[in-house]
């Protein structure tokens, strides 16, 4: 019976801690705000200067990287040799981000499309890492984001790399 209740016990204390960690880390905009004061005010907290006050500030881009990563097989002879994984980022104009994520089956199936070009022209041959070959790579990425969501892209990340050879 007590092999039993104990593994439910710690079922239960773990998923109370996975909430409460939910709760608490939880993004500040879903978090409520304080109740404006008479004067428009937030009760309790002084209205802070911004920092370039008057002045034309560039805004910062956003990043989003993309949920899952990319696997390309590199075909020799009719045969799987390797296989190459790859971790996206975009660089996107700020408040684009939910853009991007609505977007992102399409834009998952153009970069696969550029991706699977790359590979069969030898582009994950010898020295793939060489920095020509991954501004190549990088601008083919960016064409193929900026036909999925236009002018929204800044730039393709491209976050981590790796061949394994069969």
Known sequence: ???????????????????????????????????AGPEGKADGIAEE??????????????YVKMNNQFVVPIVDEGRVSAMVVLSLSLEVEPGNTE???????????????VLFDHANIGGFSGSFTDVSNLVVLRTSLKEAASLVLGTVVVDVLITDIARQDS
């Open 49 to 62: 200067a911004a920092p370039n006050e008057g002045k034309p500030s560039e805004a910062t881009p956003e």
């Open 99 to 113: 853009a991007v994520y609505q977007r992102e089956p399409k834009l998952r199936d153009a970069f696969l499309q």
């Open 1 to 35: 019976m007590l092999r039993k209740i104990i593994p439910l016990l710690l079922a239960l204390v773990g998923l109370g801690g996975g909430v409460g960690a939910g709760l608490f880390l939880r993004p500040a905009s879903e978090v409520a705000r304080p109740a």
